[in-house]
């Protein structure tokens, strides 16, 4: 367990976490109520990935206390990127199917963009179509990837208006980094993404008001290159629950920051369940 933070103020991702689970849970007893069906996610997923298995568990033991039905489609790691995308099709022209997760990565063999692409999106409640990651970037509604979407939403339940303010990405895939930053522009910030190309990475992160952290690389950022007053958002996870951002270090220099765990780990979950009773709501309108 890290030190008790001396300057920066914590993000509480887990109490906003509860209580946008619990408002979710509110709209999907209120939608079964007064149409007589409950909302609907299906998971599908392709092989026996430990960890992709425990995850998929998790989210529909979540649905379940929420109110949401999940229908899970379990596929062997010998499928073909045709079948992926036939099951994804005929779960998107099922009238009882709200919303679809197609957790991932799907494995070796497997076109994953091909399969994504055959979620219907009026469905895409994990935003991993280019339609949603089109509208997200746009600012224009529509389903978010879940990870970005709940970072977004700690940073207005904290009242960090991103516009005019230079955000920092490290990180750039489709899920997560690239997602955010997309997200940070359209609320009008000034936006660097970071890679594993970046030129004086310290320089880069020097200069956040707001720092993303989605690396994947435990302790990564070092506290001596936060901005004094920054926002840190550290997305990463890494084993020994160890986020991207070296938190002891950080906490001294950062205004805001995310603890791992409980900063925006329990968002992502959160939000899916979310945008399944949006996608529920209006198509049950
Ligand atoms: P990923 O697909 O592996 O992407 C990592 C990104 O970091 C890539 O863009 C990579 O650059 C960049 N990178 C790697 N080494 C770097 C270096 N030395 N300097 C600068 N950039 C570097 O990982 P991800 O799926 O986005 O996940 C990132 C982290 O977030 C992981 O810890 C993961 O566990 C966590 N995560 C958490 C949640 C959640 O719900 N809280 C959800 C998803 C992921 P290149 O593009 O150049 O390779």
């Known amino acids: 367990m890290s030190s008790t933070p001396t300057d920066a103020r914590l993000m509480d991702g887990s109490g906003l976490a509860r209580r946008l689970v619990e408002e979710t849970a509110a709209r999907a007893a209120d939608l079964t109520r007064r149409t007589g069906t409950p909302p609907c996610l299906a998971t599908v997923l392709v092989g026996e990935d430990p960890a992709s298995v425990t995850y998929v568990r998790m989210k529909r033991a979540r649905c379940e206390k929420a109110g949401i039905r999940s229908r899970h489609v379990e596929l062997p790691a010998t499928t073909t990127t045709a079948e992926v995308v036939a099951t994804l099709e005929g779960l998107s022209n099922d009238p009882e199917v709200h919303g679809i997760l197609l957790q991932h990565p799907v494995g070796p063999g497997i076109d994953e963009r091909a399969a994504f692409e055959a979620i219907a999106p009026e469905k895409d409640v994990d935003g991993v179509t280019f339609s949603s990651f089109a509208t997200m970037s746009f600012g ?92 840190v958002v550290d997305a990463g996870y890494n084993p020994g629950n160890v986020g991207d951002v070296d938190f002891d270090t950080a906490v001294t220099r950062a205004g805001l920051i995310t603890p791992v765990p409980g900063g925006v780990g329990p968002m992502t979950i959160a ?11 209006r198509q049950l309108a």
């Open 271 to 281: 939000v899916l369940l979310a945008q399944t009773v949006d996608a529920a709501e």
């Open 140 to 231: 224009l509604p529509g389903f978010v990837s879940c990870t970005p979407g709940g970072i977004m939403r700690l940073l207005d339940a904290y009242g960090v208006d991103p516009a005019g303010k230079r955000a920092v990405v490290v990180g750039r895939s489709a899920i997560l980094g690239k997602p955010a930053g997309m997200m940070l522009l359209a609320r009008n910030a000034t936006v660097t993404y970071c890679h594993s190309h970046t030129a004086d990475l310290s320089a880069a992160v020097r200069e956040a008001d707001i720092l993303v952290a989605a690396v994947g690389r435990p302790r990564f950022i070092k506290g001596e290159d936060i901005k004094p007053g920054a926002v």
